[in-house]
């Protein structure tokens, strides 16, 4: 398992490498990578409440661990200035079935966007304003309530 | 007891870290936003609508009834859109 918040990027590729490096029992990686949107010149900062935001993680990938038969969990959220095309987000799921690594790969982005203290500002034409929370997002995330 | 505010809250507030010791009817979440509300105008409207807020004990979400006490860690912030 590896929960890591950082400001640097990161290298999916790479990540997904080291997760099944000399592994003969993973038959399935699965993996979500968020990118910012925006209009060119346009930017935002992400800023996160560093203690809680691991110990949230920590907790959403004990779910994840808790509901599928997952072999291994990486999750990485950037923090910081960020411009339109910019990694956020990886999420990275190992199992050694696909359905599981598929369904707890969507649900760890599903309730990370909802769980996981982190606030978005964005630098716009007229100034920056706070990201509002999207009714969608909490919707998605409910999808998962047993 | 420490209170932390992020994000429009901090701004609305203009400090980001508080250590502060509430009266000691104060009691739960609820208890301490009502007094925080007493002690500047940026306080009264970080917390003017309180359906925009959400607060954490001690690094855990947390509703209005949730007990606080002195060597607690409260944060207040708006709803979270990470990801």
Request: net charge negative; charged share 20%.
């Given at each position: 398992m590896a929960i890591q918040v950082q400001?640097?990027?990161?290298?999916?590729?790479?990540?997904?490498?080291?997760?099944?490096?000399?592994?003969?029992?993973i038959g399935a990686v699965t993996s979500f990578v968020g990118l910012v949107r925006g209009d060119e010149g346009s930017a935002m900062t992400l800023e996160h409440y560093p203690g809680m935001t691991e110990r949230q993680l920590a907790a959403i990938e004990t779910e994840a661990r808790n509901r599928w038969p997952v072999d291994d969990v990486l999750v990485i959220h950037r923090y910081g200035r960020l411009t339109p095309g910019d990694r956020i987000v990886l999420v990275a799921v190992t199992s050694s079935h696909r359905a599981?690594?598929?369904a707890a790969c969507e649900f760890l982005i599903d309730w990370l966007k909802t769980r996981a203290p982190f606030w978005k500002l964005e630098d716009g034409p007229d100034g920056q304003h706070w990201v509002e929370a999207k009714d969608d997002d909490e919707n998605r995330a409910e999808r998962w309530q047993t | 007891m420490k209170i932390l505010y992020f994000a429009w809250l901090r701004a609305k507030v203009g400090v980001g870290e508080e250590d502060?010791?509430?009266?000691?009817?104060?009691?739960?979440?609820?208890?301490?936003?009502?007094?925080?509300?007493?002690?500047?105008?940026?306080?009264?409207?970080?917390?003017?609508?309180?359906s925009l807020v959400r607060a954490a004990v001690n690094q855990e979400f947390s509703g209005l009834?949730?007990?606080?006490?002195?060597?607690?860690?409260?944060?207040?912030?708006?709803?979270v859109t990470g990801g």
């Open positions: 400001r640097d990027d990161f290298d999916p590729g790479g990540e997904i490498a080291r997760l099944t490096a000399g592994r003969t029992d599981a690594a598929f | 502060l010791s509430p009266p000691g009817d104060v009691a739960t979440v609820g208890q301490l936003v009502e007094w925080l509300k007493s002690r500047s105008p940026g306080h009264a409207q970080a917390f003017a609508q309180p009834d949730q007990a606080v006490g002195a060597h607690d860690e409260i944060a207040f912030f708006p709803p």
